[in-house]
Every structure is written in structure tokens, then in C-alpha cells.
């Protein structure tokens, strides 16, 4: 049997039209048409073609049907410009790589989730309750991907070619997801990170996900965050020069603009002095970039774990790929890349499973 929710996904996941498909597969539109919808199952050479063209093994599309992620569950920053084709293939591709968590969660213990849900509180004392609850005090974050993934939440990337999405979240079975574009720079990565930690805490069943008024709580949250009141209070002089300003971000990993944002939101830099800041920041190429920034962004701690653990019992990302029926470069794009190595003579055991699941943890 042929799954024809899985045909679909295919094809969303390759940013791909069925006219498209149509084209490149060398099938009939009114065919594919009839196989996504279940009436009919494609033969066997029309389902070589159809894996060929969609670069998914055959066996992929004899697995179990899958729903793709509800739209209204997910919170797509921009929702309203962002086009059907790389929102769907982002869909698609955050869809699978929930089956590679569902390998994960049967073989290892991850950290629960501690993520609280503080949806009537304003964004900067839900961000500061946040900081209380996970012992944070008022200290720059030294790494989010790998605090949020201490505190419960899993955090996947998303394949290079979605450039339009940024990042999104969701909750799933009490479970929190962030899924990471990286392709921006590794303060904005960072941001994004704590922009999404704020739509799992502040947004959800009980206030709408998506929206201005939610996109501008969440960035909120992030900025509170990333760059405490009292921190920045005591660290930032009133009227603060530019060169200073590219000085302290560095003590919050932080853009520079991200930073003057949050000096005028705390009232430390004047409307006036915001904009002057902005000017001359841009002249130095901060609006686009990030000049002298943080060297790498911020990966996964533990997917790495996952994998390395994995890899000294002789499980390979090929054969986790395998198991998965996606190929190798598929389930690189949801682990930042990774490339797991194995130490010369490292002993090697069987690839099957520990009766009991290791525990992971997190270092943050």
C-alpha cells in the first residue's frame, strides 16, 4: 500500500506544485491528483518516478499516513506575506523531522519540559518570571539553543532553502518544538531562539499565536529576556555613544540594533538619540549584518549527544535515515548539519536498542 498523505508531504516538502510535480515526474496531473486524495494508488514504475522525482526512497511512501502540521498550531513570524510554497515545504519538513523525535524519545530520556505558560502576563514580566523559575538571575545567556533544550524544548533546524522562514514554534502531545533557520547571523539566531521561547510561553490555546499584536508580545519577551532591565540598567550610560553600544552587545550576544532597540524601550536613549543610533549603525553595515559578530551560530547540544551516543553502538546517521526512510542529506537539514565522528578504535557495539533508555542531559 501507498500512502498518499505521504505523497503529498513529498512533494510540499520540495516546494513543488502538482503541475510541477506533473513535469518533472513525466505524470498526469488529473494522476497525481487521484493518488494524493487516496482514489487510486500509483503502480509500481509510477512510483519509481515519483521517489526519483521527490529524492525520497520508495519506502518512504509505503510508511504510515502523516498529517501535516495544522497551520493555526505553528507560529510563522510574517504569516500573512509569507508565500503557500515555502510555508507548506517548511510544514513538511518540521512534520518529518517529528518522526526522527519519535526515534529519539524511544530510545533516550530527554530533559521534561520546564517551559511555563504565563499567557495573561505581559511579555517583560513573563520574561523576567521565566529567568526566576530556571535560576537565571539577571546574567547574559551565554547559549539559548542550549538552555531551551536543558529546559525541555526541542529545538531542529530547517533545511538552507527556506530563506523566507525564520523560525517558528510549536506545542505538541505537552511538548515544546522551535525549529531554526541557519542562515541568519548568530545573533539574530539567537534572537529568533528567545522570540520563540516567548510565543511558547505567552501564546497558545488561550491567546491567538499569530498576528502583529503576538509577533510584538514575542519580541518583547525576547529583548526582556536576552537583555534583563536591571543588567542593561547597570552596564549602559544614559545617551550612550555608538562605540559603545557595539561594545556592550557583546555582553549580551546581541545585534547591534536589537540593543539600541531595547536602550530606547528602557528609556535610557531618547526618541532622538534611537534614530541617530539606527543612522549611524547602518552606515557601519548593522541593518543587515552583523560586522566582527559572534564566529558560529548556536547548534544543537543535544541532538550531538543523540547521535554521538548513537554512533558507540554502532548507529550511523545513514542507518537512522534509513530507519526513517528519508536519505542522509534529509535528516542532516533538521540536525544543523551535524556530522557525527567515532574515535580510531573505538569499540563498537550492536545497533539495537539498551533495554533501559539512557538518560540525556543538557548543559546550558
Not at 527556506?162 to 505538541?172: G, H, I, K, Y
Amino acid at each position: 500500500m501507498v500512502s498518499s498523505s505521504r505523497i503529498a508531504i513529498a512533494r510540499k516538502r520540495r516546494g513543488l506544485t502538482l503541475a510541477a510535480l506533473s513535469e518533472r515526474a513525466d505524470v498526469s496531473l488529473q494522476s497525481l491528483s487521484n493518488y494524493e486524495t487516496g482514489r487510486t494508488d500509483p503502480t509500481g514504475d509510477t512510483l519509481s518516478k515519483l521517489a526519483a522525482a521527490l529524492e525520497f526512497p520508495e519506502s518512504f511512501f509505503r510508511r504510515d499516513s502523516i498529517d501535516l502540521l495544522p497551520l493555526d498550531a505553528v507560529s510563522f513570524r510574517a504569516r500573512s506575506k509569507l508565500a503557500a510554497g515555502p510555508r507548506d515545504a517548511a510544514l513538511a519538513s518540521s512534520t518529518l523531522a517529528l518522526e526522527l523525535n519519535e526515534w529519539i524519545d524511544s530510545r533516550y530520556r530527554l530533559p521534561a519540559s520546564q517551559v511555563p505558560t504565563l499567557a495573561r502576563l505581559d511579555p517583560e514580566v513573563a520574561a523576567d518570571v521565566v529567568r526566576a523559575r530556571w535560576d537565571l538571575g539577571d546574567a547574559p545567556i551565554s547559549n539559548m539553543v542550549h538552555l531551551v533544550e536543558s529546559r525541555g524544548v526541542r529545538v531542529f533546524s530547517l533545511p538552507p532553502e527556506f530563506s523566507d522562514v525564520d523560525a517558528f514554534s510549536f506545542w505538541r502531545s505537552g511538548t515544546p518544538f522551535i525549529f531554526l533557520s541557519t542562515l541568519k547571523s548568530p545573533e539574530r539566531g539567537r534572537f529568533d531562539v528567545a522570540h520563540e521561547l516567548g510565543h511558547l510561553v505567552l501564546h497558545g490555546e488561550e491567546r491567538e499565536l499569530y498576528g502583529p499584536s503576538a509577533e510584538k508580545e514575542a519580541n518583547r519577551f525576547a529583548s526582556a529576556f536576552l537583555m534583563p532591565r536591571s543588567s542593561v540598567e547597570s552596564i549602559i550610560p544614559d545617551s550612550p555613544l555608538v562605540s559603545q553600544v557595539i561594545a556592550a552587545k557583546k555582553i549580551w550576544k546581541v545585534a547591534a540594533m536589537a540593543l539600541a532597540y531595547r536602550l530606547h524601550d528602557l528609556g535610557i536613549v531618547s526618541d532622538w538619540h534611537y534614530r541617530k543610533i539606527c543612522v549611524e549603525l547602518s552606515k557601519k553595515g548593522y541593518r543587515s549584518s552583523e560586522p566582527q559578530g559572534i564566529p558560529g551560530r548556536e547548534k544543537s547540544q543535544l541532538l550531538e549527544k543523540v547521535f554521538s551516543m548513537a554512533h558507540g553502538k554502532g548507529i550511523s546517521l545513514r542507518n537512522v535515515a534509513s530507519e526513517l526512510d528519508v536519505t542522509s542529506q534529509e535528516l542532516s537539514s533538521w540536525i544543523f548539519g551535524l556530522v557525527v565522528t567515532v574515535r580510531t578504535g573505538a569499540e563498537r557495539t550492536t545497533a539495537s536498542p539498551a533495554r533501559s533508555k539512557p538518560r540525556l542531559t543538557v548543559v546550558r
